[in-house]
C-alpha cells in the first residue's frame, strides 16, 4: 500500500484522475528481457526464443514475458548476453538518447547495468562507454554484466560524479543520468521502497539529483544531449527538477524526449509538478502505471554549441591514439617475476583483485602505494608475446591491436586518459601467461567470439549446451546453427581439459555475427538479472 504521505500528494495533484492513473494491469510489476543488438536483431530473437514474449511499447527491443515460471537467470541466451532481464519500462530511457557509433557516452549511475548495456548495444563497439556506480558493491555487479553482455569499449569506474566531472571536462557526446530517487515506482516491486518512503527520503533524493545533475552537464560537450530519467512520481524529483536545472543552466534547451526516435509512449509531463518555474511539460514524458510501467519520468536535455566530429568507423583520433600510447608506455615500466621463479599460483579472490590493480594502473597511471608488480609468471614481453601467438592462431584480427601487459595480464584497453579516477576495468581483459602458456579469460569470447577461427555450431536443443553451462566443459565459443545461434563449441588449446572459471555460459549470435558465451558470477544470480 503506498504510504499516507504519498497518497495524500498524489490525489491533491491529480484529484479525480488518481485511481484511473494508479490502476496498474496485473497486481504484480511487469517482467521483461531487452535484447542486445551485439548479439541478436529483436525480431531474430522473437522468431527463436523457446519461451512466449510479447513487443514492448518502451523500447524497440524489449519484450514483456508473460510467463511466470520463467527465470531468465538460467537461460543460455541469458549467459550468452542476448538480453538483459529487467521490468519493460526500465529499458525507455536509454535509446531516447540518440547514441550513434564512435560517440563517447557517460553512463552516470549504472549498476546494474541493463542501460549501459543499451548504450553499449547502439555504439556497436565503437567509440567509448564509461559506466560509473558510487557503490562500491554494485558497481562490481555492474562489471560483471558487461562483460557477460560482450561490451568490448566500456570504462567501469566507482567513482563520485563531481570527480570525473573535475577529470573530463565537456569530454562526453552524451551523457544518462538515471538518477538514485525516492522509488515511488517501486512500490510494487520492492516492499522496501514503501517501509523506507517518507516526505524526507524525497527532499534528499531531489538535492542528490541535483548535483548529479550539474556535474553531469560539466561533463557533456557542447552541442551533446543528456537523458534525465527517475522511477518515481515525486514532483521535486521530475518536473521541478528539470526546471530548477534549467535556471540554473541557461546553456541547456529542453528538447522533445522523442527527438531520437520514431515510436512514443507514456503521457506529458504535469503542469502542477515543475514547483512553479516554467517548463514545457509536452516535451517530457511519465510512465503511470495505467500504462504499464513503473514510475519512469524522462527528459531530455541539449547543451549549446556544436557537436563533434566523430571519426571514421574504425579509426582513432590523434588524441585516442595518445591515449593508447600513454597506456602501453606504463605497461613497459611494470617488472615481471624475479629471478626466473614461478609465483604461488593466487586463489581466486587474490587473482580478481590482482587484475583489477594492474588494469586501473594500466589505465591512470600507477599509485605510488602499488606494491612490487612481480606476481606475474613472466615478463611484459614474454606475456604478450604469448598473447600474440595465441591471438594469432584463434583470434588473428586482435593480433596486432594495441595490448597493456601487467606481469602475466593481458588487457586490450580503450582509448581513455590517465585522469586519476577510480578504475575497475578499462576494454577487454584476455588472459594472462600460467604455467607457462597463455589462458584465456572468458570476456575475450564474450566481446570478441564472433572473430574466433574455431567454433562448432550447437542447437539450443543440443544437451551439451547443459554441460556447458554446469562447467563440465572449456574453452567453448558457442553458435547456434538456427537463425538465431548457439555459438560454435570452440576448442581453444586442449578442449576438456580444465574448466573455466565459476562455470561458463553459452553463446548465442546471429550466423553473419556469431555470439558467445559468459562466466556466470557465483552465487549472484539475481543480481545479474533484474536492472530497475
Same mark, same amino acid.
Given at each position: ?119 553499449? $548495444? %547502439? @555504439? *556497436?563497439? !565503437?567509440? /567509448? ?6 557503490? =562500491?558493491?554494485?558497481? #562490481?555487479?555492474?562489471? +560483471? ?60 533524493? $531531489? %538535492? @542528490? *539529483?541535483? !548535483?548529479? /545533475? ?6 557533456? =560537450?557542447?552541442?551533446? #544531449?543528456?537523458?534525465? +530519467? ?303
Amino acid at each position: 500500500m503506498p504510504t499516507e504521505y504519498f497518497e495524500r500528494r498524489e490525489r491533491a495533484l491529480l484529484g479525480d484522475r488518481f485511481d484511473a492513473l494508479y490502476a496498474a494491469p496485473q497486481d504484480t510489476a511487469a517482467r521483461g528481457v531487452t535484447v542486445s543488438a551485439l548479439r541478436a536483431a529483436p525480431e531474430q530473437f522473437a522468431a527463436q526464443a523457446d519461451f512466449p514474449v510479447e513487443p514492448s511499447p518502451f523500447c524497440k527491443a524489449g519484450f514483456v514475458v508473460q510467463d511466470p515460471a520463467f527465470k531468465p537467470g538460467r537461460h543460455p541466451y541469458h549467459h550468452a548476453g542476448v538480453f538483459y532481464s529487467q521490468e519493460p519500462s526500465a529499458s525507455s530511457a536509454a535509446p531516447l538518447l540518440g547514441v550513434r557509433p564512435g560517440m563517447r557516452v557517460l553512463d552516470t549511475c549504472a549498476a546494474p547495468g541493463g542501460k549501459s548495456s543499451q548504450l553499449a $548495444a %547502439a @555504439l *556497436g563497439g !565503437q567509440g /567509448l562507454l564509461v559506466s560509473n556506480e558510487f557503490v =562500491a558493491a554494485r558497481a #562490481e555487479v555492474l562489471r +560483471s554484466n558487461l562483460e557477460r553482455m560482450g561490451v568490448p569499449n566500456a570504462v567501469v569506474l566507482n567513482e563520485d560524479t563531481g570527480r570525473i566531472a573535475a577529470a573530463l571536462p565537456e569530454f562526453f557526446d552524451r551523457v544518462l543520468v538515471d538518477a538514485p530517487c525516492s522509488g515511488e515506482g517501486m512500490f510494487r516491486k520492492e516492499a522496501v521502497a514503501v517501509t523506507q518512503h517518507c516526505e524526507a527520503l524525497v527532499k534528499q533524493c $531531489a %538535492a @542528490l *539529483g541535483a !548535483q548529479i /545533475l550539474d556535474n553531469a552537464a560539466a561533463c557533456l =560537450a557542447p552541442g551533446g #544531449e543528456m537523458i534525465f +530519467s527517475t522511477c518515481t512520481f515525486a514532483p521535486e524529483e521530475d518536473e521541478g527538477q528539470v526546471a530548477a536545472f534549467l535556471q540554473r543552466h541557461p546553456e541547456f534547451t529542453l528538447a522533445d524526449v522523442f527527438g531520437n526516435v520514431d515510436y512514443s509512449f507514456g503521457s506529458p509531463g504535469e503542469a502542477n509538478r515543475t514547483g512553479g518555474l516554467p517548463l514545457d511539460v509536452s516535451k517530457v514524458r511519465r510512465i503511470w502505471p495505467c500504462q504499464g510501467g513503473e514510475g519512469h519520468f524522462i527528459a531530455r536535455l541539449v547543451k549549446a554549441g556544436t557537436p563533434r566530429t566523430l571519426p571514421a568507423s574504425g579509426t582513432y583520433t590523434a588524441e585516442e591514439e595518445l591515449w593508447l600510447a600513454a597506456a602501453a608506455e606504463q605497461s613497459k615500466k611494470q617488472k615481471g617475476s624475479k629471478g626466473g621463479k614461478s609465483a604461488k599460483a593466487p586463489d581466486a579472490r587474490s587473482a580478481r583483485r590482482e587484475n583489477s590493480r594492474a588494469l586501473r594502473e594500466a589505465v591512470q597511471g600507477r599509485s605510488a602505494r602499488s606494491r612490487d608488480a612481480g606476481a606475474g609468471e613472466a615478463t611484459p614481453a614474454q606475456s604478450l608475446a604469448a598473447w600474440q601467438e595465441f591471438a594469432r592462431q584463434y583470434f588473428p584480427a586482435l593480433a596486432d591491436r594495441p595490448a597493456v601487459v601487467h606481469g602475466g595480464s593481458v588487457l586490450l584497453p580503450v582509448p581513455f586518459p590517465q585522469a586519476g579516477l577510480h578504475v575497475l576495468r578499462a576494454g577487454v581483459f584476455v588472459g594472462s601467461v600460467k604455467k607457462g602458456r597463455f589462458v584465456p579469460e572468458h570476456h575475450l569470447f564474450t566481446a570478441f567470439g564472433a572473430l574466433c577461427t574455431n567454433r562448432e555450431a550447437l542447437t539450443l536443443a543440443d544437451p551439451r549446451v547443459t554441460e556447458y553451462l554446469s562447467g563440465c566443459r572449456r574453452w567453448l565459443v558457442l553458435r547456434d546453427r538456427g537463425r538465431l545461434p548457439h555459438g560454435r563449441r570452440q576448442g581453444v588449446g586442449r578442449t576438456g581439459q580444465k574448466s573455466l572459471p565459476q562455470g561458463p555460459a553459452a553463446a548465442v549470435n546471429r550466423p553473419e555475427k556469431p555470439v558467445f558465451q559468459h562466466k556466470q558470477a557465483k552465487n549472484t544470480p539475481g543480481a545479474l538479472e533484474r536492472d530497475s
